[in-house]
RNA sequence: GCCCACAUAGCUCAGUAGGUAGAGCACAUUCUUGGUAAGAAUGAGGUCACCGGUUCGAGUCCGGUUGUGGGCUCCA
């Protein structure tokens, strides 16, 4: 599935350097493990890529590169940029191809893929038969449609960098071999590689797991409770707190109704709504008690079904928006855990809306709007949405998928934010839109979520009596805006660096007394700001003040009040904030009008 | 689940050719009362992830297990 992370790279320079590259490596390669087979080597967003598979030693064991490897093919690789080889193209017939790859079964099967069309020379669908033409440069010959630079000498040699191997199925298919991969990035200039490897850096200091234990806001325990379950900590509680706090007064504000449901329930109600059929991998093994069988919940939506269908639900009832924080558990691959935002047991902000047909291209806009404004509110401006639309498998009528699809379309139309459409990525149950944000370090996140689902309604047989007196299939749209609340969570900490905005911070203002003789001064201040609703500590340690200052630095808090012997004859407050610049000494009231502004405009000083 | 790498104190890491463990920070106690990012002393903290093997002897070498990290696959 193309996240935008993954789509093709558009600088036609830029292209042709990474794509060179990569031929330059597997040259490099190949010179250093003759026995080496050749899968892809495209360019990718900041770099490229080449798959080997180098076979396997005496033991059976998959041969791999070691990080020496690396740096001689590296260093090797400015030995052929020295060269300045021209790259030269020739259009070759498919036995010619097969004729010169004879060696390779990878480029072999590509080569059919290109004779047979429907797929270019990286495995990727194309329309119809494609020409197959190949690249050479000093001796080394790759199947490749191009283009690459005129000669070697063209891909900066002190612009490219490789960064690690890994190890990836050949066509992404795992039942099929595993290969092994280098990653390389390369740029125009020395000055853009700099900055990408410095933007690589910046986003190591704010890895939200670096940060989630340096701020003490969650942890993970392996151990002891299982990988993939959160601990939310006092700080990050508070924080999580602050979040559905706002949140969930907007649902209300929005005309959602909160309800509440269990987090097991009996394997009848999983049969029902399928997804013991279609998700059972996916579910916690069940828990059986008195000769029944219950399950964990990995999601809310049968819940809310029955909900609905707890009485007989009339067109005057509709829409009916039905909103929870749901705690669901799915069994993930151990291989796929990653820090909060991907984990096994999360709380969703799920809501399900159930309509009419008239009334549902209204509610699509209204709940895209409803998101996007949410999210702006925790300081995302850069939005980039996604229509999925039917698969080939999928149930429903063919008439709701067009008009469902048609509502989404006309929705992302006048959002006024950049969409793109997923052909054939949806569901089968229903099409769907997804709202990337995009962060502080302009990397995209996928948190929203919008879809329709024709399955559960008629698995459940949902109706609504209409005006008419009989019965009628309402839309049933799933939807989940900020995703779970550990994943926002994650992706919050890392788009603010731990800098949260003051209406968000889990300490506000820390009081540092120069002297004990400011301590009850101190407190008082404290007391004031309290009464005013801010979250204050006052650091009474024996440290000096310096040392205060850079914990308080440390822990990332806005505001900092130095108080010393002029403060406390004027009854000021010297002010200073988190980025280092000093207010000088206010008044406690001009202080808090301060806050009050910040905490009003959800900003991050 | 698959490929690779890694696993030493709460955290970040050292540990040189195998000879029964070190630093800084954090923590505790004491001294220090100091104007915008670290004042000082002392102390407490580790069966070197776990299991097995080689060896007179294993944190160090070998195998396995578990976990973590980077990828792949997956992501209703």
């Given amino acids: 599935m193309a996240s935008p992370n993954q789509k093709q790279v558009y600088d036609e320079q830029l292209y042709k350097i990474r794509h060179s590259a990569a031929h330059i490596m597997a040259q490099a390669v190949l010179e250093r493990f003759p026995e080496a087979k050749l899968a892809i080597g495209p360019p990718i967003k900041d770099g490229f890529y080449y798959d080997f598979d180098l076979g396997r030693d005496e033991e059976g064991k998959l041969k791999t590169f070691s990080p020496e490897d690396l740096e001689a093919i590296e260093k090797r690789m400015r030995q052929i940029i020295a060269g300045r080889y021209p790259f030269e193209r020739r259009v070759v017939s498919a036995a010619e191809a097969r004729e010169l790859f004879k060696d390779q079964p990878y480029k072999l099967e590509l080569i059919e893929g290109l004779e047979k069309g429907g797929t270019d020379e990286h495995g990727e669908p194309i329309e ?20 690459h630079v005129e000669h070697t000498g063209q891909v900066p040699a002190d612009a490219f960098k490789l960064l690690h191997v890994a190890g990836a199925y050949w066509r992404g298919d795992e039942n099929r071999p595993m290969l092994q991969r280098i990653y390389g990035t390369a740029w125009k200039n ?23 234990r340096e701020l003490d806001l969650f942890s993970t325990n392996h151990e002891m409770v299982g990988g993939g379950l959160i601990l939310w900590h006092p700080k990050g509680g508070l924080i999580r707190y602050l979040m559905e706090e706002h949140a969930k007064k907007m649902h209300l504000e929005g005309g959602y109704e909160f309800v509440y449901t269990p987090h097991i329930g009996r394997s009848v109600l999983w049969e029902t709504s399928g997804h013991l059929d279609f998700y059972k991998e996916n579910m916690y093994a069940p828990i059986e008690i008195d000769g029944q069988e219950y399950y964990l919940k990995p999601m809310n939506c049968p819940f809310h079904v029955q909900i609905y269908k707890s009485r007989v639900r009339s067109y005057r009832d509709l829409p009916i928006r039905m909103a929870e924080w749901g705690t669901v558990y799915r069994y993930e691959r151990s291989g796929v855990l990653h820090g909060l935002t991907r984990v096994r047991g999360f709380t969703q902000d799920d809501a399900h809306l159930f309509c009419a047909p008239e009334q549902m291209p209204q509610e699509i806009d209204r709940v895209l709007n409803f998101s996007i404004r949410l999210l702006q509110d925790f300081g995302f401006q850069d939005f980039q949405l996604y229509l999925s639309t039917r698969p080939e498998k999928r149930v429903g009528e063919e008439a709701k998928w067009d008009a469902a699809e048609d509502a989404l379309l006309e929705a992302l139309k006048r959002s006024g934010h950049p969409y793109d459409i997923h052909e054939g990525d949806g569901a089968f149950y229903g099409p769907k839109i997804d709202i990337y944000v995009t962060d502080a370090l ?83 201040v404290a007391e004031q700001l309290r009464n005013a609703g801010l979250r204050v500590e006052v650091d009474d340690s024996d440290s000096r003040m310096n040392a205060k200052i850079r914990n308080a630095q440390l822990e990332k808090i806005p505001y900092m009040l130095v108080l010393g012997a002029k403060e406390l004859d004027a009854n000021q407050v010297n002010v200073r904030l988190r980025n280092g610049q000093r207010l000088g000494a206010m008044a406690v009231e001009d202080f808090l009008a301060l806050v009050q502004e910040a905490l009003e405009k959800k900003i991050a000083i």
């Fill in 442 to 524: 302009e990397r995209p996140w996928q948190l929203s979520t919008i879809q329709f689902d024709f399955n559960l309604p008629e698995r459940f047989d949902l109706t609504y009596i209409g005006s008419d007196g009989q019965a009628h299939r309402p839309y049933m749209i799933h939807r989940a805006l900020m995703g779970s609340m550990e994943r926002f969570f994650g992706v919050l900490i890392e788009h603010y660096g731990g800098n949260f905005p003051v209406w968000l911070a889990p300490v506000q203002v820390k009081i540092i007394p120069i002297t004990d003789a400011q301590k009850d001064y101190a407190f008082a």
């Fill in 190 to 212: 020395k000055k853009q590689l700099k900055a990408y490897l410095n933007r690589l850096e910046e986003a190591k200091k704010r890895d939200h797991r670096k940060l989630g």
């Fill in 128 to 147: 119809g038969p494609a020409e197959i033409s190949i690249y050479k440069h000093d001796g080394f010959i790759d199947l490749c449609r191009g283009p």
